[in-house]
């Protein structure tokens, strides 16, 4: 059996206001440890916001905490979706999707 103990998590937000920051969710996250990376997503053919990001905590249970009060909870105006990341497979052949996959880029803030 795997001890996870320790061991950093990837969290999903999502439904986001387009308002919110790396900084605003940073600093929302660090009220339960440590948070290591911020990033929220932009499409980078059209521009168009992605209304999702994710912050990687070092501490998993410090991670749990953050899901369990965060998800759901009204930021900036919506309720957020926080989660684990699920992590996808590559395989994505039996998609109904046609047309090119789409990628996404970084968003930055100027700050």
């Not at 009060?69 to 998609?95: I, N, P, Q, W």
């Amino acid at each position: 059996m795997f001890n996870y103990e320790g061991v950093r998590m990837n969290i999903f937000i999502g439904n986001m206001n387009r308002d919110i920051t790396k900084d605003n969710l940073a600093n929302e996250f660090k009220k339960f440890g440590e948070v290591e990376t911020v990033t929220i997503l932009i499409d980078r053919i059209n521009g168009e916001w992605k209304a999702f990001g994710f912050v990687e905590m070092p501490i998993r249970e410090e991670a749990f905490e953050a899901i369990s009060t965060m998800d759901g909870k009204e930021f900036f105006g919506k309720d957020l979706v926080v989660h684990e990341a699920r992590y996808r497979s590559d395989d994505r052949r039996g998609t109904t999707r046609l047309g090119g996959r789409r990628h996404t880029d970084l968003y930055e803030d100027e700050n």
